[in-house]
C-alpha cells in the first residue's frame, strides 16, 4: 500500500467525480484493511495541488451568479440536490486535503483514521446525490455551481488550526443546521429516495464535525492554547461573513461543539439570554 499521503494526492489530482469517489472509497478500504489487520501503515508527506482535479462540468460561477431556485418544482428540487451533489464532492478533497496538506505535522494515527473515514462517507454522500439526481433525469454537471467552495482550503492552506476550525467546525457545522430543511421539502414532494439519501448524509456529518472539534482541541492542548478565542480569532480571519442563525444547538454539542463557540460570531439575532 502506497503511504496515506500519496492516496490522498492520487484522489485530488483525479478529475471525474465518479472516479474520484470510486477511487476515494478504493483507497480508504485498503487503508482500514491494514489497519484492523494490525500491519504497517505508513503516512508520508505529500505535496498536494492548491486547486483539486475537477470535471469540466458544472462550470463554477461566482456565488453572487449561482440562479436561486425555488424548492416548490422538480427543476428547483434538482438544482438543490445539484448544490448539495457540488459539496459533497468538494467534501471528499477538502478531507483527503487535510491529510495531504498537513502530513509533516506529526499526528496520532486516529486523526489519520478519521478523515480517511470522513473522506469514504462524503465520497458515499456525493454517490447518493448523484444516483437521486440521475432517477430525476439529470446528472451532476448538468447546472452550474458555486466556485467559492474551495476558498477555505485556499485561505488555510497554511495554517492547520485553521482548516480544523472553518472546514468542520464552521462549514460543515452549517450543515447540521440546514438539512432538516432540506430533508422536509422532500418529504413534502414525498420523494422518499431523497429523504432516505439526506437522512444518511444527516447522521454520518455529525461525526465529520466531531472529528473537527476533536482534533482542533487537540492541537490547542498540545500548544497551550485557549480553544475558545483561538476559535473565535481563526473564523474572524478565514469565514467571510458573520455566522447565520438558527443553530442546530442539538447536533453542534452532539458534535462536542458547545454554543458559546458559535453564537458570539453570529449576526441577525440576539444570543440567548445566558450570553448576552
Not at 16 to 26: C, H, M, Q
Not at 96 to 107: E, H, K, N, Q, Y
Not at 194 to 201: E, F, G, P, Q, R
Request: hydrophobic content about 45%.
Amino acid at each position: 500500500m502506497m503511504p496515506l499521503a500519496e492516496m490522498a494526492c492520487a484522489v485530488l489530482t483525479t478529475s471525474d467525480s465518479r472516479e474520484k469517489t470510486i477511487l476515494s472509497r478504493r483507497l480508504a478500504a485498503q487503508w482500514f484493511e491494514h489497519r484492523h489487520a494490525d500491519r504497517p501503515v505508513e503516512i508520508g508527506t505529500a505535496s498536494p495541488p492548491d486547486m483539486p482535479a475537477r470535471p469540466d462540468k458544472p462550470e463554477l460561477l461566482a456565488p453572487r451568479d449561482v440562479p436561486r431556485r425555488k424548492t416548490g418544482s422538480e427543476a428547483g428540487r434538482n438544482a438543490l440536490l445539484h448544490a448539495v451533489a457540488h459539496i459533497e464532492l468538494n467534501a471528499v478533497d477538502l478531507h483527503w486535503d487535510l491529510i495531504a496538506r498537513f502530513s509533516a505535522t506529526p499526528m496520532p494515527i486516529g486523526y489519520y483514521d478519521d478523515w480517511v473515514k470522513a473522506a469514504d462517507e462524503e465520497s458515499k454522500h456525493f454517490n447518493l446525490m448523484c444516483d437521486c439526481l440521475e432517477a430525476h433525469g439529470s446528472f451532476y454537471g448538468a447546472m452550474v455551481a458555486h466556485a467559492g467552495m474551495w476558498r477555505a482550503a485556499e485561505d488555510t492552506a497554511e495554517d492547520f488550526l485553521g482548516r480544523l476550525a472553518v472546514v468542520p467546525m464552521v462549514l460543515e457545522a452549517r450543515g447540521l443546521d440546514v438539512t432538516p430543511g432540506m430533508i422536509r421539502i422532500f418529504e413534502n414532494a414525498k420523494d422518499q429516495q431523497v429523504v432516505d439519501a439526506l437522512n444518511v448524509i444527516y447522521a454520518e456529518e455529525v461525526a465529520h464535525v466531531a472529528y473537527g472539534s476533536k482534533w482542533f482541541h487537540f492541537l490547542c492542548g498540545r500548544d497551550n492554547i485557549d480553544p475558545k478565542p483561538k476559535f473565535h480569532a481563526l473564523v474572524r480571519k478565514y469565514f467571510h461573513g458573520a455566522l447565520k442563525p438558527p443553530f442546530n444547538e442539538a447536533k453542534r454539542a452532539e458534535a462536542g461543539i458547545a454554543p458559546d463557540f458559535y453564537w458570539p460570531l453570529a449576526d441577525e439575532m440576539l444570543p440567548p439570554p445566558a450570553m448576552r
